[in-house]
């Protein structure tokens, strides 16, 4: 765009230097005119719906009151209450055991299943449907189903329990099972999702790369591991970053399941977040816990990015 | 996966006799058919894993709740018991929730669909100051959480003037702010840096207008995009759960989701009821994906292979 050349090529056009510099700038202009029309209809949602909000949140953390009130500057006040608060420090571990226990269930789980429908293709239509259904399930849904598998009278494994002659466990009632059953309801719904993921992934894969390994004696365990992983290793940080995202917001199946207990040993930040926000109206507190989640994941998906994406550059 | 060295044999220093050569190959087919089964076998195990809750929510749905208690536990009920199906119709609001979550998902799929496209042609193919800014503060709010978003949201929403009728408890309340999700303008913009640039080019030298171009060439090629976003949006919203129970405060404006939940507190030890709610929720929905088969599992696929 930036060449009035020396040889004038447009001279036939009589237009001056200046005047052409011009017509360069009005062209310009509108050209940025029609392709800010093409963005606008979602920029203005999103300014409105996800900015706005977000630094509205950050604002209202150093408030009190805010939802039927108005807002009253605090200072550090909600932060102090809630860097004291034996809950959140609680919410946070469970949040964190959680999604460790989850993407490193499912992605196994799930990467397995993907080798398998990968190398076995007959078929596979008909698995890769059923291991999606589970994601149709709302997560009201979701709770009732591990409701029915878990319940202390007439859930599965305490029947199958009961006809072994063990005792019946109260699942649902112990902190540790409760979390666990979580996990797995979680998993189970998750499950097809990363299946298909991965096996989109390892399609992509040449598979000449797996030949040349196979003429070069691999095995299949070697194969995997020094060239399906490292191929799969942009896919993995994508699906990671994701997973952390989504994982760390755990909440329906909370409120369906335990809504927290027993003795908050399933509590979760955002079930803590909704807990400060609708339960005990302690709004400042919530839009800081809110805030913390915010940093939380920030500072994960930058890890993640330093961890995965540099190891991928020394490979390449 | 090949046993290794059974097959080939060398010219040289190895040989085998026309039957040991043959033994090894019979063992070799068996040990691959034996892992073919095992492989089978693995994945039909995880596909009743998936499915099989789903059947077994049938029986307490058939049943009257206090069957559920019996012993020994039977899953086939000697009779059919239909009253819980005709509480849920007679009782709740059921049918209403239905018509709520179809306007809610599909409105927002809608909108998503018109301006994710077009701000994701833009962001591939026009030119604009701060394009590159822009796009990457929308890359990065995809790490928001929507907890952090839900009460500011609530408090617009609320305190909306009464002239515009979309407070709490209306549909645009619902729907609209639903609408800023960045992952569709990502994934569009992803889509249309694939498609050949000299195809606009060509438009543009004809004197196309812009719009002429993204109506006229980019649209059509977009459609399996389109698809894809769609059934993708449609879905989430589908299940959307803190949202619509944060904005509907009424029964009357309740989702599937939100409603369903709130059975639960209604008929506390009321299995079979919640059941047949749950049997109710999930038909229409196995039906659309069975229909839409092909582009659910495409959906899923495309999302790894648009990096």
């Known amino acids: 765009m930036s060449g009035v050349t020396t040889e004038r090529p447009w001279e036939e056009l009589t237009l001056s230097e200046a005047e052409y510099r011009r017509a360069g700038t009005r062209y310009r202009n509108r050209r940025s005119l029609r392709a800010y029309l093409f963005i606008v209809p979602y920029l203005l949602p999103f ?270 | 996966m090949p046993e290794p060295a059974t097959t080939v044999a060398d010219p040289d220093g190895f040989s085998a006799s026309a039957a040991e050569f043959e033994r090894a190959a019979r063992r070799h087919k068996l040990v691959r058919y034996g892992k073919g089964l095992a492989a089978y076998i693995v994945l039909a195990v995880f596909a009743v894993i998936a499915i099989g809750p789903f059947l077994y929510l049938l029986s307490p749905s058939f049943r009257e709740s206090f069957e559920l208690f019996s012993y020994p536990p039977q899953w086939i009920p000697d009779s059919f018991y239909t009253g819980n199906f005709a509480t849920i119709l007679n009782d709740t609001s059921y049918l209403r929730w239905g018509l709520n979550t179809m306007i809610f998902a599909t409105a927002v799929t809608l909108i998503t669909l018109v301006i994710d496209t077009l701000a994701g042609y833009a962001f591939a193919r026009l030119r604009f100051p701060g394009r590159t800014a822009l796009f990457v503060l929308i890359l990065a709010t995809l790490m928001i959480p929507t907890a952090v978003l839900i009460a500011p949201l609530y408090i617009m929403v609320s305190n909306l003037p009464a002239w515009t009728h979309s407070g709490v408890n209306t549909y645009p309340a619902m729907i609209i702010p639903m609408v800023a999700s960045p992952l569709g303008v990502f994934m569009m913009r992803q889509f249309i840096s694939t498609l050949p640039e000299a195809l606009v080019e060509a438009a543009r030298l004809d004197g196309a207008s812009e719009w002429q171009i993204f109506r006229k060439i980019v649209l059509p090629l977009m459609k399996p995009a389109i698809v894809v976003l769609g059934i993708f949006t449609f879905m989430f919203q589908w299940v959307n759960f803190l949202w619509p129970l944060v904005i509907t405060t009424t029964d009357n404006m309740k989702t599937l989701t939100v409603g369903v939940a709130s059975l639960q507190g209604q008929f506390v030890t009321d299995w079979g009821v919640i059941s047949a709610a749950a049997v109710m929720t999930m038909v229409p929905v196995i039906a659309i994906f069975l229909i839409f088969q092909r582009w659910f599992v495409q959906a899923s696929m495309a999302g790894a292979l648009k990096q």
Do not use: C
């Not at chain 1, 409701?147 to 494994?157: A, H, K, P, S």
């Not at chain 1, 305490?158 to 006809?163: K, T, V």
């Not at chain 1, 760390?248 to 930040?269: A, I, R």
């Not at chain 1, 709004?283 to 500072?299: D, F, N």
């Open chain 1, 47 to 316: 300014l409105a719906f996800l900015v706005v909000p977000t630094v509205w949140s950050i604002w209202l953390s150093f408030n009190q009151g805010g939802i039927l009130d108005t807002a009253k500057y605090v200072g550090l006040d909600n932060w102090r209450a809630i860097s004291s608060d034996t809950e959140l420090t609680g919410a946070i571990k469970n949040t964190a055991l959680y999604v460790v226990e989850a993407i490193l269930l499912v992605f196994t789980l799930a990467l397995f299943l993907a080798l398998l429908l990968n190398r076995y293709r007959k078929g596979s239509n008909f698995f890769k449907l059923a291991l999606y259904v589970p994601l149709l399930a709302p997560a009201v849904l979701v709770g009732l189903i591990w409701q029915f598998l878990t319940n202390y009278d007439f859930g599965l494994v305490n029947l199958l329990l009961n006809a072994l002659g063990l005792d019946r466990l109260n699942i649902l009632g112990s902190g540790t099972l409760a979390l666990l059953t979580i996990v797995l309801a979680e998993v189970w719904r998750g499950l097809g999702f990363w299946t298909l993921y991965f096996l989109a992934s390892l399609q992509n894969i040449p598979e000449e790369l797996q030949d040349a390994a196979r003429v070069d004696g691999a095995r299949g365990l070697q194969r995997f591991r020094r060239v399906t992983l490292p191929l799969l290793r942009p896919m993995l940080l994508f699906a990671v970053v994701i997973a952390i995202i989504a994982n760390f917001q755990v909440f329906d199946t909370v409120y369906v399941l335990t809504q927290g207990g027993p003795h908050e040993s399933t509590s979760t930040l955002v079930w803590f977040i909704w807990k400060k926000m609708f339960q005990f109206q302690e709004t400042g507190q919530a839009y800081a816990a809110a805030v913390l989640l915010l940093g939380i994941i920030l500072v994960l998906t930058a890890i993640s990015f330093w961890l995965l994406g540099a190891r991928q550059k020394r490979v390449t």
